[in-house]
């Protein structure tokens, strides 16, 4: 009996042992063994699709492994909600196809929707973007330029160590989320590569993004309607349009931008420094309870910028901005400025400013005195200001 009762223990400790295993690799999944090719070519759309609809199945949490090597991936949507938390843990580099029609005419390129706890660690994404830029600057028949990387409609989204490149548009778009975390990240394009913004906000709450490098041709960072709670901090910005709160006022009925605060970032050789813009029309948002702390300017263009006649095509209405912009505060900001004016505040006539505050600033102009300019706008200065503040 007692070597009956050995044997029956070792099977019941090897079943114990081979279902942890089972279980272990059940929620590991790598995409090569789902018929992905880490060649480049050959398109790991679908097994992609098939892993992650492994992933999103289990019942406990979830890792997508992307092993070394290039993997192309056509356009793409993870959809959720999924049973547990999902993460994806990239070594190798995703690649889009350089055909931009082969995307469609959607606006994305890789697209998680409905998602409740995910994260992305590591691995870059190349949107193969050279084309389409081609394609815009020549005027050409284009579709509409593809996101690399879209949230919507998720919570508790986490993405660090992410080199993104040379996307189509957008590298980062964030759109209706909640808790979402971006650090650690690297985000490039050439300077003349258009709408190539490093990360987009819009219709999200309680977002953190620190330590990141982003060098593009549009905004390294832009905020933009129904975005509150946000916190950004450790940005390298350049070259690019700089950190952006809008554009606003696109629509007559929109919400505001509330409560955002951008600290401890440098400005190298950006279009602007830190900037709120609308267009000059009718609108009932807003923009307030908005900090820029400890900030750095090596030769940006405008510093320090409030831009309620934004019109880059020169075809606007000549109407004043409906958008309300109060309670902003600009302290410890120093630095160069590539232009004579670094201090702009160019507010609505109908809508003045108000509330706005200086406090420690120094920014100089190379080529002589540099000065500040004030229009519709109010508030107060203290400390040292420099150039003489206009409020």
């Known amino acids: 009996m007692a070597k009956h009762t050995k044997h029956f223990h070792s099977l019941i400790l090897f079943v114990a042992t ?14 090569v063994s789902f018929g992905a090719k880490p060649d ?35 356009q793409v949507t993870f959809w959720g909600p999924c049973m547990n938390k999902i993460d994806i843990r990239i070594d190798g580099t995703i690649v889009a196809p350089s055909d931009y029609w082969s995307l469609g005419n959607s606006g994305y390129w890789i697209l998680f929707m409905k998602l409740n706890r995910v994260s992305i660690y590591g691995g870059t994404l190349d949107g193969s973007g050279a084309g389409y830029w081609h394609c815009k600057k020549t005027g050409g028949n284009c579709p509409a330029g593809a996101r690399t990387l879209s949230f919507s409609w998720s919570k508790n989204v986490e993405i660090s160590g992410l080199t993104t ?5 957008m590298h980062i778009a964030v759109d209706h989320c909640q808790n979402v975390m971006i650090q650690d990240v690297r985000i490039r394009a050439p300077s003349r590569s258009p709408n190539t913004d ?12 620190s330590h990141a490098t982003i060098m593009t041709g549009d905004d390294c960072i832009s905020i933009s309607q129904g975005t509150t709670n946000v916190w950004i901090q450790r940005i390298a910005c350049g070259p690019g349009h700089g950190i952006s709160v809008g554009s606003l006022g696109t629509f007559g009925d929109e919400a505001g931008v509330q409560n955002v605060t951008v600290t401890d970032s440098v400005f190298t050789k950006t279009d602007n420094g830190v900037r709120i813009k609308s267009w000059p029309q009718p609108s009932n948002g807003y923009a307030r309870d908005i900090v820029f702390r400890n900030l750095i ?22 109407q004043n901005s409906g958008v ?46 540099a000065t500040s300019s004030c229009r519709n706008a109010g508030g107060s200065s203290s400390g040292i200001v420099i150039p003489r503040s206009c409020v």
């Not at 490149?165 to 548009?169: D, F, G, H, R």
């Open 297 to 318: 300017m090596q030769n940006a263009y405008n510093p320090i910028i409030i831009d309620q006649r934004y019109c880059p095509s020169g075809n606007c209405p000549h």
């Open 18 to 31: 081979f279902s942890l295993f089972s279980s272990c690799n059940a929620s590991y999944i790598n995409v």
């Open 40 to 74: 480049g070519k050959l398109d790991s759309t679908g097994a992609f699709l098939r892993a992650w609809s492994s992933a999103c199945k289990s019942n406990e949490a979830a890792t997508i492994y992307v092993p070394k090597g290039s993997f192309l991936l056509k």
């Open 198 to 209: 490093g990360i987009s906000l819009q219709f999200s709450t309680d977002v953190t993004i």
């Open 165 to 169: 490149i040379n996307s189509k548009a």
């Open 324 to 369: 309300k912009i109060s309670r902003v505060s600009y302290e410890h900001i120093k630095g160069t400025s590539a232009s004579p004016i670094a201090i702009n505040f160019d507010c609505s006539e109908s809508n003045p400013c108000w509330g706005i505050i200086l406090q420690d600033i120094k920014l100089t102009y190379y080529k002589g005195s």
